[in-house]
């Protein structure tokens, strides 16, 4: 699987003209990063339930099933980035 790496919370914070943009507070900001947090680690548990599975065996058409994509769907995300 493809590793996303994000610019950090605060990249190009320093160009921002506040008054220009109307920020009235950094709530919502605080929540969008907490929510591509989460979106990383669900990712990242996802990867490694995924390779859990194979090493116990597990077919690409059960994996499949439980995406809820064929097993040739599941091995393209999930299988070329562990056999290479």
């Keep these: ?18 008054d220009a943009e109307g920020f009235r507070d950094a709530v919502h900001f605080r929540r969008i990063i907490a ?13 490694d339930a995924v390779a859990a599975a194979r090493e116990a065996g597990d077919p690409w058409l059960m994996i499949g099933a439980a995406l809820g994509v064929t097993k040739q769907a599941a ?10």
């Design 1 to 18: 699987m493809t590793t996303k790496h994000h610019a950090p919370p605060d990249a190009g914070l320093d160009d921002l003209d506040l």
């Design 75 to 84: 091995y393209q995300r999930f299988g070329k980035a562990r056999a290479g």
């Design 35 to 47: 929510a591509q947090k989460a979106i990383d680690a669900a990712e990242q548990e996802l990867s």
